[in-house]
């Protein structure tokens, strides 16, 4: 069986093959955690507001943090404060790949009713990033970010928390609600899969294999300054933000000639893309309250966002049944998903993309969040 199956964010696995393509000396595969990583929406069962904005001016300061979770790994963690915060902390962890920068809005968003704190996993960013030696995983098993989650809570003096995690952070967010049911308030799962290692079903929809829904390889050229890898992420984005390049700046290292490559060694991404989709979470420990966040692509660019902007006849044809299957898949596993957690509480963000809906919806996920009745 495949590390993870195609039809769960496609994306992802087309920027993940095609930065391995890409020269070690210009790898810019970070780019996966960027991109994937790929309307209307409502709670599908009536939530209450946890607590009132604070009266008059809110002032939100932001500080960079190095916390240390084991004896030789310490994590990047921006730490969003407000003077009279009076929600539930709030741990935000990002998609394969990503970092703490690629919160950047969202957790500006929520710092007026919360103390909102955004990691970099180990791996990523500028966290420390341990080698595996003894197996091809070592040191990125979900176990092991669990234990990172644990130590970073007791490091800031957090002792309940609402986590939110985007892709596959979901597995972590599983595993540490079901081992510390003490330390956890609620949880937000942002497009979250099931569980990673069973092959979706597309109900007997065909899934087409076009040529063209392979994203564009980088090449030298794109990697030969932070500029161009700029212009290389934005062609192969559909929605360019802020946070998206903060989130790319900090992934990638200035080289003495002005080229630029990626922060995380490559197998230290190859352990965390192995560990990370050869997981299948245990839902029944887990009691807290759970809101499923989905999001759905309206169409093919949601999904293929570097696509050509004409498209000819068979593949508009391939484009539609693709997206059919998708929606299936996303509906089936949202289910799923929600049925494991025991939860009534969803969000459906229609057109869609799964990398950045957190960025382009913001203000309806804020509120989706803001209205959840948290233990």
């Known amino acids: 069986m495949p590390r993870f199956h195609p039809l769960f964010f496609p994306p992802r696995r087309a920027f993940l093959r095609a930065a391995l393509a890409w020269p070690s000396a210009v790898s810019l595969s970070g780019l996966g955690g960027l ?26 300061s932001v500080t960079d943090r190095r916390v240390k979770v084991a004896h030789d790994v310490s994590l990047h963690v921006r730490d969003w404060q407000c003077d009279n ?10 998609g394969l790949g990503a970092n703490a920068y690629v ?7 929520l710092a007026p009713r919360s103390r909102v704190i955004a990691v970099s996993r180990r791996g990523y960013g500028q966290s420390d990033k341990p080698l595996p030696v003894r197996t091809a995983t070592e040191h990125y098993e979900v176990d092991t970010l669990v234990a990172d989650l644990h130590a970073l809570l007791d490091g800031l003096g957090l002792d309940r928390v609402v986590l939110a995690g985007h892709s596959i952070a979901g597995n972590e967010l599983t595993r540490f609600a079901g081992r510390h049911p003490q330390r956890v308030r609620g949880l937000v799962y942002l497009d979250a899969t099931f569980d990673h290692t069973r092959n979706p079903g597309t109900g007997g929809l065909p899934v087409p294999d076009n040529r063209l829904f392979r994203e564009p390889v980088p090449n030298e050229e794109d990697g030969a300054s932070m500029e161009a890898a700029i212009a290389y992420a934005r062609r192969t984005v559909r929605h360019w933000s802020a946070p998206l390049e903060a989130n790319l700046r900090d992934q990638l290292d200035p080289r003495p000639d002005g080229s630029v490559r990626l922060n995380t060694p490559a197998a230290v991404a190859d352990a965390m893309d192995t560990a990370s989709h050869s997981f299948s979470p245990d839902y ?27 498209l000819d006849d068979a593949t508009q044809k391939d484009a539609a049944a693709y997206l059919r299957a998708i929606r299936y898949v996303r509906v089936d596993d949202a289910a799923r998903l929600m049925a494991a957690l025991k939860t009534r509480h969803q969000l459906v963000l229609e057109d869609a993309c799964h990398g950045d809906f957190f960025i382009e919806r913001e203000a309806e996920l804020v509120r989706a969040i803001e209205a959840m009745r948290w233990a």
């Open 35 to 60: 991109v994937t990583l790929g309307g209307c929406g409502g709670s599908s069962h009536p939530v209450a507001p946890q607590a009132s904005a604070p009266a008059g001016p809110i002032v939100v």
């Open 85 to 94: 915060c009076r929600g539930p902390a709030i741990v935000l962890l990002p």
């Open 103 to 109: 919160f950047d809005g969202l957790a500006h968003a």
């Open 284 to 310: 029944a420990p887990v009691r807290a309250p759970a809101l499923v966040v989905t999001a759905m692509p309206g169409d093919i660019r949601d999904i293929f966002p570097a696509l050509p902007e004409t």
